[in-house]
């Protein structure tokens, strides 16, 4: 298993982030069709103001990512994967944790996301985090595999 050393926000563009997306993207479209799989792109995730997370081995191999899409007052988490070698070392935690920090540093009030109903791994994840099921929102509305989860930053 490899040995994470960092945790910092990088560019949608830095080495080893296109092939964590394309892993990213494999996966979902393995368990939900296309018009059910909501993944940014690379240019999406390089928009000004939202914030990429990236995990990477002791010898610079990014191992994990998610991404932080500001809306207004809350923040949307997004992209959130961990490659397949580095699964159960607690990185899917450590980046909720930063992004959760780093979201109530910049004056958010409430992070959302979506997943699907067959990521067990993904909602398990959320629930520890203190995630709560809310109605589907925006382009979710009509996706009967999405599963929308919100959590408030503020006391």
């Known amino acids: 298993m490899p040995s994470v050393v960092t945790l910092e926000l990088e560019t949608a563009y830095a080495p080893g982030i296109e092939e964590l997306l394309r892993l990213g993207s494999e996966y979902a479209l393995s368990l939900y069709p296309p018009e059910e799989c909501f993944l940014l ?4 995730l390089d928009e000004p103001g939202v914030r990429v997370y990236v995990a990477r081995t002791e010898r610079g191999d990014a191992v994990a990512m998610g991404a932080l899409v500001p809306h207004g007052d809350e923040g949307e988490l997004k992209r959130m994967f961990v490659h397949q070698d580095a699964r159960r070392l607690g990185l899917a935690s450590r980046i ?17 996301l979506e997943t ?3 990521h067990d791994a993904a ?8 995630y709560s099921r809310i109605p589907r929102f925006g382009p979710y509305v009509t996706s009967s595999s999405s599963v929308c989860l919100a959590k408030s930053l503020t006391a």
């Open 96 to 112: 909720l944790t930063r992004i959760e920090d780093d979201a109530r540093a910049i004056g958010l009030t409430r992070l959302v």
């Open 123 to 130: 909602l398990a994840l959320y629930g520890r985090h203190g």
């Open 116 to 118: 699907g109903r067959l």
């Open 41 to 44: 792109t690379p240019a999406e």
